[in-house]
C-alpha cells in the first residue's frame, strides 16, 4: 500500500484566542492534485498554514510520507520536501528574478531541485526578466517568480494558495500548463483556489471547506454530480 504524501488527522488549528481549525481530516497520494474549495474565511489557507507550522497552536496529526510533523518547527517540515507559495508570493523587491530564485537553499541534497536552466526552460518570461528587479515583474511574472523558487529547493510536495488570483487570462493559463506539467513530473499538489474554472480541469480530487472543516470531499471523475452541492456551498 502506498504511503501518502501528506495525511492529516483531526488537526485543529488556533491564531491566539481564535481557533481556527476544528479537526481537518485530509489525505493526498504521491503525484495528485488536490484543491482546496470554500468561501473566504472557510479555513483554507489556514490549513496550508497549519501543514507548515506558521500557525499559533496546532493539535491533531499532520504526517508528510509518513513521518509525523505536528510538533516539529517550520523549518525542519521544510526539509521534508514541502514547498509553501504564499499568496502574497513573498518575493524581494531590491533583489532580480535569478538572486530570488538563488536565494533559497536547495533541501536533500544538491541534484534535489530543478536547476535555474530548467526553470527558464518551463518560465521562459523568467528567463527574459533574469537580471530585473522583483518589483519591475508584472503580477503574473511575480507569481511564476513565487512558484519556480519553491521547485529549484527540490521540494516534491507542493502548497500552492491562490495562484490564479488577480492574473489575466493568459497568466492563468500558463499556470494551467505548468501545473500540469508537474503531474506529469510527479510532483505533488494542494491548491487552494477561489477560481473554480481554473481549479476544476486540474485537480484529481476535491475537498470542501466550511467553517473550519472538511465538509465534502470528492474526485474528477464526480464533480459533475456534485455541481448543486458545491453551487450551494461556494456559489460558484
Known amino acids: 500500500m502506498t504511503t501518502p504524501a501528506l495525511q492529516i488527522r483531526g488537526l485543529q488549528a488556533w491564531y491566539g484566542e481564535s481557533h481556527v481549525l476544528h479537526g481537518v481530516d485530509m489525505v493526498v497520494q504521491p503525484g495528485e492534485v488536490v484543491t482546496l474549495l470554500g468561501r473566504n474565511g472557510a479555513g483554507r489557507t489556514s490549513t496550508l498554514r497549519a501543514i507548515m507550522g506558521l500557525v499559533g497552536t496546532r493539535k491533531g496529526s499532520i504526517r508528510v510520507a509518513g513521518q509525523e510533523t505536528i510538533g516539529l518547527a517550520t523549518h525542519r517540515i521544510a526539509h521534508f520536501g514541502i514547498g509553501y507559495c504564499p499568496e502574497e508570493r513573498g518575493i524581494f523587491a531590491s533583489l532580480s528574478t535569478e538572486e530570488n530564485l538563488m536565494l533559497p537553499p536547495v533541501l536533500g541534497g544538491a541534484k534535489a531541485g530543478m536547476t535555474v536552466d530548467e526553470i527558464y526552460t518551463?518560465?521562459?518570461?523568467?528567463?527574459?526578466?533574469?537580471?530585473?528587479?522583483?518589483?519591475?515583474?508584472?503580477?503574473?511574472?511575480?507569481?511564476?517568480?513565487?512558484?519556480?523558487?519553491?521547485?529549484?529547493?527540490?521540494?516534491?510536495?507542493?502548497?500552492?494558495?491562490?495562484?490564479?488570483?488577480?492574473?489575466?487570462?493568459?497568466?492563468?493559463?500558463?499556470?494551467?500548463?505548468?501545473?500540469?506539467?508537474?503531474?506529469?513530473?510527479?510532483?505533488?499538489?494542494?491548491?487552494?483556489?477561489?477560481?473554480?474554472?481554473?481549479?476544476?480541469?486540474?485537480?484529481?480530487?476535491?475537498?470542501?471547506?466550511?467553517?473550519?472543516?472538511?465538509?465534502?470531499?470528492?474526485?474528477?471523475?464526480?464533480?459533475?454530480?456534485?455541481?448543486?452541492?458545491?453551487?450551494?456551498?461556494?456559489?460558484?
Not at 138 to 154: D, F, H, Y
Not at 176 to 196: C, D, H, P, S, W
Open 122 to 236: 518551463m518560465f521562459p518570461n523568467l528567463a527574459e526578466r533574469r537580471h530585473s528587479q522583483g518589483t519591475r515583474l508584472s503580477g503574473g511574472e511575480q507569481q511564476m517568480l513565487a512558484v519556480a523558487r519553491i521547485l529549484r529547493t527540490g521540494a516534491r510536495l507542493l502548497l500552492l494558495d491562490e495562484i490564479s488570483e488577480g492574473l489575466a487570462p493568459v497568466i492563468v493559463q500558463a499556470l494551467a500548463r505548468m501545473i500540469t506539467m508537474l503531474r506529469t513530473k510527479g510532483y505533488t499538489i494542494v491548491m487552494v483556489e477561489q477560481n473554480f474554472r481554473f481549479a476544476a480541469p486540474l485537480a484529481d480530487r476535491f475537498y470542501v471547506m466550511e467553517h473550519g472543516r472538511i465538509v465534502e470531499s470528492f474526485g474528477a471523475a464526480e464533480l459533475s454530480h456534485k455541481m448543486p452541492v458545491l453551487n450551494e456551498l461556494l456559489g460558484v
